[in-house]
T-cell receptor, first 114, second 113 residues
Framework: NAGVTQTPKFQVLKTGQSMTLQCAQD?????MYWYRQDPGMGLRLIYY???????DKGEVPNGYNVSRLNKREFSLRLESAAPSQTSVYFC?????????????FGPGTRLTVT | AQSVTQLDSHVSVSEGTPVLLRCNYS??????LFWYVQHPNKGLQLLLK??????LVKGINGFEAEFKKSETSFHLTKPSAHMSDAAEYFC???????????FGTGTRLLVSP
């Protein structure tokens, strides 16, 4: 049981390049999330998916797109990377049982845009 | 809207002394509250959670937190710090609809020998 996995672990992009961050979970969770972490700002929600086939914007969605490919996988795409998108990106998932609101996080992707 | 304020950006303790990390929350309804820990260059791990059951919540690695509604606080404590406790700690409240989590800005715990 690997939990939440993310690829790649590290990435360096030039301004204007595109890339997709991959996330997968093997816990049969319905909800999945993408966050970015910047120094002194905690984690901010980019997009989330409450179930397969649905996605919703979070707090900071501009410059990003997402795809919920199936129940296991939730990808984040940067179409035209900007230096302001330099950050650590975390994927998380959550089981939708009553009273279970905690999320489980992957190890993160460290992205640098030059 | 829900929000969380972590009152200290850094806390320094000596090994073997008590740890107190402070958190105040704001919520328009009865919240679920969490503490997560992040070790350097790692992901976030759930330390403990409060979901309207017992107000004193015990977590992993000897940590505990007390939910105080009258003070809107959820402070994290540990009786005796260990070097391995050095990490960043996030206080988190469940957002609207419980789908989302709202994170505090984090408290970095430094433990000296």
């Amino acid at each position: 049981n690997a939990g939440v996995t993310q690829t790649p672990k590290f990435q360096v992009l030039k301004t204007g390049q595109s890339m997709t961050l991959q996330c997968a979970q093997d816990m049969n969770h319905n909800s999945m999330y993408w966050y970015r972490q910047d120094p002194g700002m905690g984690l901010r929600l980019i997009y989330y998916s409450a179930s397969e086939g649905t996605t919703d914007k979070g707090e900071v969605p501009n410059g990003y797109n997402v795809s919920r490919l199936n129940k296991r996988e939730f990808s984040l795409r940067l179409e035209s990377a900007a230096p302001s998108q330099t950050s650590v990106y975390f994927c998380a998932s959550r089981y939708d049982g009553v009273g279970t609101y905690e999320q489980y996080f992957g190890p993160g992707t460290r992205l640098t845009v030059t | 809207a829900q929000s969380v304020t972590q009152l200290d950006s850094h806390v320094s303790v000596s090994e073997g002394t008590p740890v107190l990390l402070r958190c105040n929350y704001s919520s328009s309804y009865s919240p679920s509250l969490f503490w997560y820990v992040q070790h350097p260059n790692k992901g976030l791990q759930l330390l403990l959670k409060y979901t309207s059951a017992a107000t004193l919540v015990k977590g992993i690695n000897g940590f505990e937190a007390e939910f105080k509604k009258s003070e809107t606080s959820f402070h994290l404590t540990k009786p005796s710090a260990h070097m391995s406790d050095a990490a960043e700690y996030f206080c988190v409240v469940s957002g609207s609809g419980f789908q989302k989590l709202v994170f505090g800005t984090g408290t970095r715990l430094l433990v000296s020998p």
